[in-house]
């Protein structure tokens, strides 16, 4: 009897996987609404693996400190605003937004290291920020998040805001910038065009898809109601670890629809984040101002149906560090790299993590069978109904 040693091709592959890191990326993250903790209470926030007490003082700015007082513990989220300070429930120790003690008011002197973690703050769009640095240092100025005009502007509607609890690492949201095949699986879109550019801090994604037509009765029954969507153009960008816009325009019979998609998250610890999503809508012609408003709601509800299906996936699959790809598949190895460079010291982020790198899937394949598994829906659909 001969023993053939195993081919390559015969070799099982393992799927590999190192422990999470307890390491929290270091850019500017957003942790919703700004006007959320403008009203004159101290909220508590978990993030970047801690405690953390968001307040807004007498002067309007909104501070991020650690939670617990310096002084023997107490949880300062739970205290009370007093002027510009954050006052500790248990003794009444006054913190100010910058970290120091301001006062003690049964004392005569503050002592010398009455210091605590503060975190620097921007608001930006009607958006809090806070900036994370396991390294501690302020954030460089040429690290920005670009301005959303629309935010700010009058024919456009009100953020939609919403946010949840996803209980996994953070790594499984950014995988989706690349991921082209499962928005046709998952999300029940269909992408026809599909690139990613990653620079610097930024990772774009370029996407141009049709309207699925089986997915689309499904939805609303084949009657349908109002115009016709044709299609979508997207182009997502991260800017930073964290904070995804995406500019998307809806193609309708006679009239496109803009709007302005924010994706964006906290890492809670390493084995959750805090996923939220806002969207905005600019009015037009065909979109007056309440018209917008109905749409952003409506779109609202869709991203979040969107998230739900991303996570129904993220539940019950497994951390994979090398996955097997094919040639239709994004670059993953690419963006993953791109990512490590929030993770490891300023000093030691390298050009191959931020170097310009384009890729552009060749769609040919997908769309010709994608095109097949919509006819094949339609008609098992049609059958089912005649
Ligand atoms: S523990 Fe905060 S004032 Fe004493
Ligand atoms: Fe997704």
């Not at 029954?221 to 995804?244: E, I, Q």
Request: proline letters at 5%; one cysteine or more.
């Amino acid at each position: 009897m001969i023993h053939v040693t195993a081919t390559e091709s015969d070799a099982v592959r393992a799927i590999e996987a190192e422990a999470v890191s307890s390491r929290f990326a270091r850019g500017w993250h957003c942790l919703g609404l700004a006007e959320t903790f403008k009203d004159g209470k101290p909220h508590t926030v978990h993030a970047f693996g801690q405690k953390l007490v968001v307040f807004t003082g007498a002067d309007g700015k909104t501070n991020v400190l650690d939670g617990y007082c310096r002084h023997m513990g107490g949880d300062l989220s739970q205290g009370t605003v007093k002027g510009n300070e954050i006052a500790c429930p248990f003794h009444d120790w006054r913190w100010g937004g910058d970290g120091r003690c301001k006062s003690i008011p049964y004392s005569r002197r503050v002592p010398l290291r009455a210091r605590t973690a503060a975190w620097p703050t921007m608001e930006q769009d009607k958006l809090l920020f806070v900036w994370n640095d396991p390294e501690g240092k302020q954030p460089p100025a040429d690290v920005r998040i670009p301005v959303i005009e629309g935010a700010t502007r009058d024919d456009w509607t009100d953020w939609r805001w919403t946010e949840q609890v996803v209980h996994t690492n953070a790594r499984e949201v950014i995988d989706n910038v690349v991921d082209m095949a499962h928005f046709f699986y998952i999300h029940k879109s269909f992408p026809t065009y599909f690139k990613n550019i990653f620079e610097n801090q930024t990772a774009t994604q370029i996407m141009k898809g049709v309207t699925r037509e089986d997915a689309r009765r499904a939805r609303e029954g084949s009657g349908g109601g109002g115009p016709r969507m044709l299609g979508n153009t997207s182009v997502a960008s991260y800017h930073g670890p964290s904070f995804m816009i995406d500019e998307l325009t809806y193609h309708y019979e006679g009239y496109d629809l803009h709007s302005v998609l924010i994706n964006c998250h906290y890492p809670i610890d390493e084995n959750s984040f805090s996923l939220h999503s806002g969207i905005i809508v600019q009015h037009s012609d065909a979109l007056p101002p309440e018209a917008a408003e109905a749409t952003a709601a409506k779109l609202s509800e869709f991203i979040l149906l969107g998230f739900q299906q991303d996570v129904e996936i993220w539940k019950n699959k497994t951390r994979i560090d090398n996955p097997l790809l094919c040639e239709e598949d994004g670059p993953v190895y690419q963006l993953r790299r791109w990512y490590e460079q929030f993770y490891v010291d300023a000093a030691d982020v390298k050009p191959e993590m931020t170097d310009r790198f384009e890729f552009e899937i060749d769609t040919t394949r997908p769309v010709e069978s994608w095109k097949k598994e919509v006819e094949e829906n339609l008609a098992r659909s049609e059958g089912a109904s005649a």
